[in-house]
């Protein structure tokens, strides 16, 4: 059939380019519009400037240019939606900032020690004037019952100045400040039970507040009538969306297993219902349901039930995103049209684009389009091999098929982004997704309307919750089975496009049966293996010390080959989940197998440190490096180090300190925030600031 019908699968192809082109060459907006200039130009002097005869010679040329053109507009629409090229911006004056307004534009997030909220800043006060302003930021409050009574359009007041986004602190953490810009977030504000004040209700969207009260409303239904905790936490994620009480076990129980996407309510939860709906209406509809007008009537009823969903979701992002999606579908079955699935995936794709750009870089956004192009692809080839005979076996198999359809496209963005892979994830799918599909998100979506019946609400939420806990009960035993869960898998972004590349060759000599595509997708194996070889050996002959940002604590890891030595003091090796969140994942990059942790007293005792009267003495290769704990330690005249760490006792005693030793560079750990007058600040000194700086890593010599 060739690439022509695919209009808008260009379309939309070009609008992404535009988009990219635009972020990572942060042009102006001048620049998009001399671009779709120069392309329009170009294509009207090809239109109208030749005869018909040569513009279908030129007709390649009469499309690439307005395929430019529409690169261009997506290069002027991520500089309009981009929130910093604003003159009002908050970000241009926050430091002159005394104090601020906002209003909540998001349901706020608990945690067991704080609160976090998105809002917007409608207006600061600067030199004791209140002024207009334009700008989102994060704001965390204290975890106290104020702050756990806010809801999506609370008005408060913050006295205080707003603060920029910290960058990562160690290596390959997780970037936070990032994740927020694509959220047009570029600053935070941090205030105490005594610097803010609620002081009215003022939704930004009144459509959005009604949607946010009633999620609230379904979320205390379900806590009211489940017998279980764990389950009704369950099914607020399954089914509304809610998983802020979903504890880092949990989420890691689901995650091991493969099916983590059953607790964010997404495109999987929008299609169960669609199709559900449409399953109901014609059972309910039978005589009539081979009619075409039947088939409209059901789509409309069933597009704006789903509607109705999204809107007891809160109106989420990423429910919204599948709902446009389905509803671009099912529109098209109402209007008749008889366009590619492609093209229907590919307006919507455009149409979310085009009122958000951003979300191109968004990883729910990458994740489900991904995953509907598997399906729209790749669905019907493997439900073709097997034929099952009982509909139940079909529906089983068109389960499998799906999940199997949608992995196979989305399993190198998820271990790009997650650096894991459960090989029981079909095993666990077809346990789970039949169970979600059949009973718990219909199951819940009946519920929320029975909740008010006093004698069926009890009994609806006791089935339910039993069978949530069947499902994790299976969980739990495919997580038990050996090999459960592949972790510690790190792409770089080459090995990414390397191993799509070689899938896309694969497919395409599936399709094609022409040997061309087979030597392209072995050469692109071998590009891809070579790179793996190359890293593998990079990795085992790598040796580095490294010194880690952390607030009030000092670490150390020590890197040999494969074999890494954590040294920390006991309070931080008592906080997993912080450790884990900052360094599993520069472990994971450096092929790490094997991890030790250690106190700074255990390795001492083991022979690992030197003890001094200072402090623990370190020496790797022909280098020494002094943890300096004790200001007042007496040292030898010749005392020297090549590199000398110094925690907050040493710098309140510097001046002292420092006329006994000699060194040849200077870090400042992060057991304290140094004041920037500091003596240790001296130009001469170069020392590198952990707590500012980041975690600074180090190849000893040979």
Not at 374 to 388: E, H, K, R, S
Request: hydrophobic letters at 50%; one cysteine or more.
């Amino acid at each position: 059939m060739g690439w022509a019908p695919y209009s808008f699968v260009r379309i939309a192809i070009f609008f992404a380019l535009g988009i990219l082109l635009g972020m990572y060459l942060d042009a102006p907006w001048y620049v998009g519009a001399a671009v779709t200039a120069i392309a329009l130009i170009t294509y009207c002097a090809l239109l109208f400037g030749l005869n018909k005869t040569q513009r279908l010679d030129y007709r390649g040329g009469l499309g690439l240019a307005g395929l430019v053109a529409v690169a261009g507009v997506g290069m002027i629409r991520l500089h309009q939606t981009t929130a910093l090229n604003t003159p009002q911006h908050l970000f241009h004056r926050y430091a002159q900032v005394e104090a601020y307004e906002v209003v909540l534009n998001a349901p706020p997030r608990h945690f067991p020690t704080y609160t976090r909220a998105e809002v917007q800043v409608p207006r600061v006060r600067t030199e004791g004037q209140w002024q207009a302003t334009e700008g989102k930021l994060l704001l965390y409050l204290p975890a106290d019952s104020a702050a756990r009574s806010l809801v999506y359009g609370d008005v408060l007041l913050v006295n205080g100045t707003p603060d920029t986004l910290r960058p990562p602190m160690n290596p390959d953490a997780f970037d936070f400040r990032a994740w927020l810009h694509q959220k047009q977030i570029l600053l935070e504000g941090r205030a105490r039970e005594s610097e803010w004040l609620r002081m009215g209700y003022a939704p930004p969207h009144r459509l959005l507040a009604w949607a946010d009260h009633a999620r609230r409303s379904a979320a205390q239904q379900i806590l009211r009538y489940f017998p279980h905790r764990e389950s009704a936490i369950i099914a607020q994620a399954l089914i509304l969306g809610v998983r802020d009480e979903l504890s880092s076990s949990l989420r890691a129980r689901y995650a091991a297993a493969g099916v983590m996407h059953v607790l964010a309510v997404s495109g999987l939860h929008v299609g169960i219902i669609y199709e559900a709906l449409l399953l109901a209406l014609g059972l309910l509809f039978r005589p009539w349901r081979e009619t075409k007008r039947f088939e409209k009537l059901s789509v409309a009823f069933a597009l704006l039930l789903l509607w109705l969903y999204a809107f007891l979701t809160g109106l989420t992002p990423s429910v919204l995103r599948a709902t446009v999606m389905f509803s671009v579908f099912g529109i098209g079955s109402l209007l008749g049209r008889k366009a590619l699935s492609y093209n229907k995936w590919a307006f919507s794709a455009f149409l979310l684009l085009f009122f958000n750009p951003w979300w191109l870089v968004d990883v729910g956004f990458q994740l489900s389009f991904l995953a509907v192009l598997g399906i729209l692809y790749l669905y019907d080839d493997i439900n073709a091999l097997v034929a099952p005979r009982f509909r139940t076996t079909q529906y089983l198999w068109k389960m499998v098929s799906v999940t199997t359809a949608a992995q196979l496209a989305t399993f190198p963005l998820s271990l790009y982004y997650f650096h894991q892979f459960p090989p029981y994830f079909l095993l666990a799918n077809l346990v789970v997704l039949p169970l979600v599909s059949i009973l718990v998100v219909p199951g819940l979506l009946v519920f929320l309307f029975i909740a008010w019946v006093p004698l069926l609400a009890p009994a609806g939420g006791w089935v339910l919750s039993y069978l949530i806990v069947g499902m994790n009960h299976l969980l739990d035993w495919l997580n038990l089975l050996p090999g459960a869960v592949q972790e510690g898998i790190f792409l770089s972004p080459a090995m990414l496009v390397l191993l799509y590349a070689l899938i896309v060759l694969l497919l395409a000599f599936i399709a094609r049966r022409e040997m061309r595509w087979l030597t392209s997708a072995m050469a692109m194996l071998l590009l891809l293996c070579g790179l793996w070889v190359y890293r593998a050996w990079e990795r085992a002959h790598q040796s580095r010390v490294e010194w880690y940002s952390f607030p009030y604590h000092t670490a150390l890891g020590v890197m040999r080959g494969q074999h890494a030595l954590l040294i920390a003091d006991s309070t931080l090796l008592q906080r997993p989940g912080t450790l884990h969140y900052q360094l599993d994942d520069h472990f994971y990059n450096c092929g790490i197998r094997r991890t030790d942790t250690l106190t700074w007293q255990e390795a001492t005792d083991r022979g690992l440190l030197r003890p001094t009267e200072a402090g623990p003495l370190l020496v790797w290769q022909g280098e020494t490096f002094l943890l300096a704990q004790n200001p007042y330690a007496t040292l030898a005249d010749s005392a020297a180090v090549d590199y000398l760490v110094v925690t907050r006792r040493v710098a309140w005693q510097w001046e002292r300190f420092s006329t006994q030793l000699r060194f040849r560079h200077l870090l400042l750990s992060g057991t304290y925030t140094f004041p920037r007058q500091t003596p240790l600040y001296e130009p001469a000194l170069q020392a590198h600031d952990l707590s500012r700086q980041g975690a600074w890593l180090h190849e000893p010599r040979e």
